[in-house]
């Protein structure tokens, strides 16, 4: 339970610092990414340092474990490419509207790759869940999803599908451990594919990215330790309380405009994730 609040505040949290990096701040993203990977590999060195805390819990590591760390490492450059450029673009309420649906996703893949997890409700909750988010869409008698909405459905699909594969891993990496490696090898692949000039940020900028850095710590290594003691299922449960927070404060104090119709599917979905982690796998 605890895991999943504090990963529920670094979710909140890391969302409402990037989008302010990215559009207000304009940071472009090709300097931002390979940054903030950066700093988020120092972090968790720097913590794991000070702990003691391991990168491997079983030594009894088989060909498997490589399989599925390039497999995360290969999803989590791509949702990541997606995932900051739909931010950048996207309100926070259309943001978080499209987030909210990951744990559905991560579920119905349970479902289907986890044999114990497995559960008609699923998929009746799944169906409903997507035509709640289509009728959000619905403008003038067509649906409109635009390039970056698109972008941010693949990224939340992805994310899904990593989500499984570290739960795999965690059987041989500690949370932090798995966290680190995968950092450091975000980080590489993002400095080849964007070769960032750092010099175009700023001290303040830093500041922002430390920032933003010290959420997502929160939110996947506190995540990664609900995967490990209580299960992906309850975890995601339990981090419904974020994109709740981000929905409140994207009113309350950001002043975005909402209307009726995003009101029913953003409930809509959040009603169907729930039952889904409730009742689904009873």
């Given at each position: 339970?605890?895991?999943?609040?504090?990963?529920?505040?670094?979710?909140?949290?890391a969302?409402?610092?990037?989008?302010?990096?990215l559009?207000?701040?304009k940071?472009?993203?090709?300097?931002?990414?390979?940054?903030?990977?950066?700093?988020?590999?120092?972090?968790?060195?720097?913590?794991?340092?000070?702990?003691g805390?391991?990168i491997?819990?079983?030594?009894?590591?088989?060909?498997?474990?490589?399989v599925?760390?390039?497999?995360?490492?290969?999803l989590?450059?791509?949702?990541?490419?997606?995932?900051?450029?739909?931010?950048?673009?996207?309100?926070?309420?259309?943001?978080d509207?499209?987030?909210?649906?990951?744990?559905?996703?991560?579920?119905?893949?349970?479902?289907?790759?986890?044999?114990?997890?497995?559960?008609?409700?699923?998929?009746?909750?799944?169906?409903?869940?997507t035509?709640a988010?289509?009728?959000a869409?619905?403008?003038?008698?067509?649906f409109?999803?635009?390039?970056?909405?698109?972008?941010?459905i693949?990224?939340v699909?992805?994310?899904a599908?990593?989500a499984?594969i570290i739960?795999?891993?965690?059987?041989a990496?500690?949370p932090?451990?798995?966290?680190?490696?995968?950092?450091?090898?975000?980080?590489?692949?993002?400095?080849?594919?964007?070769?960032?000039?750092?010099?175009k940020?700023?001290?303040?900028?830093?500041?922002?990215?430390?920032?933003?850095?010290?959420f997502g710590?929160?939110?996947?290594?506190?995540?990664?330790?609900?995967?490990q003691?209580?299960?992906?299922?309850?975890?995601?449960l339990?981090?419904?309380?974020?994109?709740?927070?981000?929905?409140?404060?994207?009113?309350i104090?950001?002043?975005?405009?909402t209307?009726?119709?995003?009101?029913?599917?953003?409930?809509?979905?959040?009603?169907?994730?729930?039952?889904?982690?409730?009742?689904?796998?009873?």
């Amino acid at each position: 339970m605890i895991s999943g609040i504090i990963a529920s505040f670094g979710f909140a949290g890391a969302v409402l610092v990037d989008k302010y990096i990215l559009s207000k701040r304009k940071i472009p993203q090709s300097v931002y990414i390979p940054t903030l990977f950066m700093m988020l590999c120092l972090l968790t060195g720097i913590i794991m340092t000070i702990s003691g805390i391991p990168i491997f819990s079983s030594l009894n590591l088989s060909p498997i474990y490589l399989v599925a760390f390039i497999g995360m490492i290969t999803l989590a450059v791509a949702w990541n490419i997606y995932y900051y450029q739909a931010i950048a673009k996207e309100t926070v309420q259309e943001f978080d509207l499209i987030m909210a649906l990951k744990p559905l996703f991560t579920v119905l893949l349970a479902w289907i790759f986890f044999q114990t997890e497995r559960s008609v409700v699923v998929f009746g909750l799944s169906l409903l869940a997507t035509i709640a988010v289509a009728y959000a869409h619905f403008r003038h008698n067509r649906f409109y999803f635009d390039t970056y909405v698109q972008h941010l459905i693949l990224a939340v699909i992805l994310m899904a599908l990593e989500a499984l594969i570290i739960r795999v891993l965690l059987e041989a990496f500690t949370p932090f451990g798995i966290y680190f490696l995968r950092t450091i090898f975000i980080f590489a692949t993002m400095h080849f594919i964007y070769k960032p000039n750092y010099n175009k940020l700023s001290k303040i900028d830093y500041n922002y990215i430390f920032m933003a850095a010290v959420f997502g710590i929160m939110l996947m290594v506190a995540s990664y330790y609900g995967y490990q003691s209580q299960g992906v299922v309850v975890t995601t449960l339990v981090m419904l309380l974020g994109p709740l927070m981000v929905e409140l404060y994207s009113v309350i104090v950001l002043k975005e405009k909402t209307n009726l119709k995003k009101v029913i599917s953003f409930s809509t979905v959040m009603a169907c994730v729930t039952l889904a982690e409730i009742i689904g796998f009873k």
